[in-house]
């Protein structure tokens, strides 16, 4: 693992110290990722300054979001704590998901097999990993029905 040093944040800070936090963002969000770092008038002669974030690339823009403040710590402090959160939301979404295909692989009258849930794009990994819990999310849905998946 590669260990960064970076910058401190500060009011007032070098374009070469807002592009180390940026490429640390990146290396954060994982490939295809860009971070825009600007700043704007906002009325009244004061300037926000924003960190825009593109997990996906800017291309795919559906999942960006930007983070605006008064300073570059306020900031770039958003964008970092909003990157934090990133796996822990996909991994929330991929069980739901999964959920989702159980009930419908269910509701086709077959067996939830691991077979039927990896022709649904779902890897044996995941399906090891998530299948209990998507299990249970998808009893949740369909009022404790149970739901198992069978080899």
């Given at each position: 693992?590669t260990?960064?040093?970076?910058?401190?944040?500060a009011?007032?800070?070098?374009?070469?110290?807002?592009?180390?936090?940026?490429n640390?963002m990146?290396?954060?969000?994982?490939?295809?990722?860009q971070?825009?770092?600007?700043t704007?008038?906002?009325?009244?002669?004061?300037v926000?300054v924003?960190?825009s974030?593109?997990p996906?690339?800017c291309?795919n823009?559906?999942d960006a979001?930007?983070?605006?403040?008064d300073?570059?710590?306020a900031?770039?402090n958003?964008?970092?704590?909003w990157i934090?959160?990133?796996?822990?939301?996909?991994?929330?979404?991929?069980?739901?998901?999964?959920?989702l295909?159980i009930i419908?692989i269910?509701?086709q009258?077959?067996?939830?097999?691991e077979?039927?849930?990896?022709?649904?794009d779902?890897?044996?990994?995941?399906i090891?990993?998530l299948?209990a819990?998507?299990?249970?999310r998808?009893?949740?849905?369909?009022?404790?029905?149970?739901?198992?998946?069978?080899?």
């Open positions: 693992m260990t960064t040093t970076l910058p401190a944040l009011d007032a800070m070098t374009a070469a110290e807002l592009r180390e936090h940026a640390e990146c290396r954060q969000l994982g490939d295809h990722s971070v825009f770092i600007s704007r008038e906002s009325g009244g002669g004061s926000l924003r960190v974030v593109y996906s690339g291309i823009s559906a979001e930007q983070f605006t403040g300073d570059w710590p900031a770039i958003a964008a970092y704590a934090a959160t990133r796996p822990i939301i996909a991994r929330a979404e991929r069980v739901r998901k999964m959920a295909a419908d269910k509701d009258g077959g067996n939830v097999t077979r039927r849930l990896r022709a649904r779902f890897t044996a990994a995941e090891a990993e299948g819990e998507a299990c249970a998808a009893a949740e849905l369909c009022l404790g029905a149970p739901f198992e998946i069978v080899t």
